[in-house]
């Protein structure tokens, strides 16, 4: 468990860290009209990243276990509040 939990924090970090290069090179390329050379050498990255997490099934099943988790908590917490809403229009005055 703890091993896959450490292969997903390692493949967000590359996430994060391809997003914020893109983001740099993308700047730097405005007003040029093209893009640098950079980004083809950016595609081997992004597949590498690609095959590492698609190639590991136990790391997807917990990655969406993670997200059902999430959604239901959110799904929750805004039922909560709804419930919390509708109790004050119905409080009595003292």
């Keep these: ?17 391809l997003r914020a290069e893109h983001g740099l090179n993308a700047a730097a ?14 595609n081997d990255r992004y597949l590498d990243l690609v095959a590492r997490t698609a ?9 969406s276990g993670m997200t059902d988790r999430a959604t239901a908590a959110q799904t929750f917490r805004q039922a909560i509040e ?12 003292s």
């Design 1 to 17: 468990m703890l091993r896959h939990e450490w292969e997903i924090a390692v493949a967000l970090r590359d996430i994060t860290n």
């Design 29 to 42: 390329s405005v007003g040029t009209g093209r893009m640098p050379s950079v980004f083809s050498d950016m």
């Design 55 to 63: 190639a590991d099934e136990h790391a997807v099943a917990e990655l």
């Design 82 to 93: 709804e419930v919390g809403l509708a109790a004050a229009a119905l409080e009595l005055p």
